[in-house]
């Protein structure tokens, strides 16, 4: 017994050192929200708790998955946040025991530096909030603007297969056409915000609702 | 019948207490563990000094008159300078004869709305492209390299800086609050120090930009046969000036250092002490609960060098095992152990702070064996005067 306590004993104290071995490895990769208690109650005012969760495409699946997810996307992943091993930080966000949505940010390449886009979806994957957690652009205010991240309300992962994030163009013309780039000048920042939502629909759909939208991609 | 060796003796008497013998060996592991901690922090604090110091490129810094700790900081951190100097001293500098070269540098810094939470400072040093380079010949690029133009929109990015902000040579970067486009014409390896946090950009293009005339510092890289106190000496005569030089920088952080590495030295000291007070106690309590056996092996045969030979081995036993666990534990936490510090510390160098290799793991083995022999003699020579009748009929020895 005494054995078994000191083994036990053991496993925790080497468990624990590796855990925190882990998270400072990882500590300085991935898209977190800057605040998460304030971020997650801004976000969702009904909620009463929230669960992170760690995902990367080289543990679920390593390059067939990426290429899967390059094919839904329309687009290569290319340059240092969109490797395999990139870890996502995904929130599932509770009203008591119920799951009611969740938060998803991703890095994109901007014009002039890194954008963070996130995320506020229900639990069927509709957008209910989209914000720039980080944004260099010349038309950041504009961006930043309520008015720009409410159009994206109601929009789901259905609505932005049609959406070919290369051409930026929609065909035929939908919802996604009718997000207005609030400053025509910065459309280099606006092709790549659309691309990060899209981005980050299709790894919620990946990594949360079992590929629930995957029946709506036409390959 | 298979015999025994004294060692297998030992062992299997050790096995027979395992949490006693568990938790022995587990209190000298912890001190062999703060030891070689400490040892491998003492080499490495000083060897990743250095380092950052020979990644200046220049001996000596001259910033505006302020702070001497500040200053050290600045030439360190690549934090802001306090106040600005006439850009004509780098100049009168440059002629002196011990100067084989100098180079101007401008660092400002801005608000930038889209850092962190709710904004935070991006810094610009302003740098000669025909002097800096010359002097950082030592820097690696990743890619491209360095603008040659005295008012390019130009920038070289550090590692980290790149990657933060996910540029590549050839894209566009804009500074904050000033609205003004650079383009990224290089971006350096990783190299451990502040030029991975930095953003290098032309001299004249910070002066424009920033609307700057002077300089917020100068390095200089001295005449390998200079007589250093001396040139110093006569920098410090320069109007408004302070002279940093790198020896001093080092002599006023190790002095820092050191004031602490004696308070956790003097622990260490006091963890080995108990660890020994522990084994002692442990192997005296077996040698009491064993006279019977003991007795019984005298009257074998066994002399009493033997048992004392026995019991010494025992206590061997149990220091070169916590000798080995802690020296394992020391080698697997060392990264953990480095970043401890590093949040301890006032100023940490950007290299590794504990560096452990195996001729300290093997000192520390020695030491803590060393231990183990002389904690064992006591108990070793109590077993080895036992008397067989005594011991067998189960009378109390004082």
């Given at each position: ?14 468990g624990?050192?590796l ?17 998460p ?17 760690y995902?990367s495409i ?29 870890p ?5 966000v ?9 938060i998803?940010?991703?890095?994109q390449?901007?014009?002039?530096g890194?954008?963070?886009?996130f ?47 290369v051409?930026?163009?929609e065909?035929p ?9 609030p ?5 280099k ?11 980050n ?12 939208h995957l029946k709506?991609?036409?390959? | ?30 001190a ?20 950052d ?17 500040e ?88 590692y ?169 534990l ?29 001729g ?11 231990i ?11 077993a ?15």
């Amino acid at each position: 017994m005494r054995n078994s306590n000191a083994k036990a004993l053991a496993a925790a104290t080497a468990g624990a050192l590796l855990t925190a071995a882990v998270l400072l490895l990882h500590a300085a990769v991935g898209c977190d929200l800057n605040d998460p208690d304030r971020d997650v109650k801004r976000l969702f005012p009904g909620s009463t708790g929230y669960k992170t969760l760690y995902v990367s495409i080289a543990k679920r699946g390593g390059d067939e998955l990426q290429k899967k997810i390059e094919a839904r996307l329309g687009d290569k992943f290319t340059g240092l946040f969109e490797t395999a091993d990139v870890p996502y930080t995904m929130y599932e966000v509770y009203k008591g025991a119920d799951l009611i949505g969740y938060i998803h940010g991703v890095n994109q390449k901007g014009t002039y530096g890194g954008i963070q886009v996130f995320l506020a979806l229900d639990t069927s994957g509709t957008i209910r909030g989209f914000y720039f957690q980080k944004l260099t652009s010349r038309a950041a205010k504009a961006f930043r603007a309520l008015s720009f991240g409410e159009q994206f309300q109601g929009l789901s992962l259905e609505d932005f297969y049609k959406y070919d994030v290369v051409s930026g163009t929609e065909d035929p013309a939908g919802p996604i056409s009718r997000i207005k780039n609030p400053d025509p000048g910065s459309e280099k920042d606006f092709r790549a915000a659309l691309r990060a939502a899209k981005k980050n629909l299709i790894l919620v759909d990946e990594f949360l609702l079992g590929n629930a939208h995957l029946k709506y991609f036409k390959g | 019948m298979k015999k025994l060796s004294v060692f297998q003796v030992a062992t299997k008497s050790l096995l027979r207490k395992k949490a006693r013998s568990l938790l022995t060996v587990l209190g000298i592991a912890m001190a062999a563990w703060v030891l070689v901690s400490l040892f491998g922090f003492n080499r490495g604090y000083e060897a990743s000094l250095n380092k950052d110091i020979d990644n200046l490129g220049f001996q000596m810094l001259i910033v505006a008159k302020g702070c001497p700790y500040e200053a050290a900081t600045l030439m360190l951190k690549g934090g802001t300078g306090l106040k600005y100097m006439d850009e004509s001293i780098a100049a009168s500098v440059a002629a002196e004869p011990e100067v084989e070269g100098v180079t101007p540098m401008l660092m400002q810094v801005v608000f930038d709305p889209n850092k962190g939470e709710s904004g935070g400072l991006a810094a610009f040093l302003g740098v000669d492209p025909a002097s800096f380079p010359k002097l950082k010949s030592a820097l690696p690029f990743k890619a491209g390299g360095w603008f040659s133009e005295p008012e390019a929109a130009a920038a070289v990015f550090g590692y980290e800086v790149a990657e933060l902000e996910q540029r590549e040579v050839g894209d566009l970067y804009l500074i904050p609050e000033k609205e003004v486009e650079v383009k990224v014409v290089g971006i350096l390896e990783r190299t451990g120090t502040q030029d991975d946090g930095t953003i290098f950009l032309p001299l004249r293009t910070v002066q424009k930009v920033f609307g700057v005339k002077e300089l917020t510092s100068i390095g200089i890289k001295v005449n390998k046969n200079a007589d250093m106190k001396a040139f110093e000496d006569k920098l410090y005569k320069l109007p408004d000036v302070q002279v940093v030089s790198l020896s001093q920088v080092k002599t006023t952080i190790m002095t820092l250092v050191s004031t602490a590495r004696v308070m956790v030295f003097s622990i260490a000291l006091i963890a080995i002490l108990i660890a020994m007070m522990g084994v002692v106690n442990t192997v005296l309590m077996s040698v009491m609960e064993r006279r019977q056996e003991i007795g019984i092996l005298k009257s074998m045969g066994a002399l009493a060098g033997d048992v004392f030979k026995l019991i010494w081995l025992e206590t061997v036993i149990l220091c070169a095992g916590g000798g080995l666990v802690g020296t394992g534990l020391a080698l697997v936490t060392a990264r953990l152990t480095d970043v401890l510090v590093r949040n301890l510390l006032p100023y940490s160098p950007s290299g590794g702070l504990v560096a452990i290799d195996a001729g300290l793991v093997l000192m520390t083995l020695g030491v803590v064996t060393a231990i183990g022999l002389a904690s064992g003699v006591y108990p070793s020579w109590k077993a080895a005067r036992m008397r067989p009748l005594d011991t067998i009929r189960g009378e109390v020895e004082s």
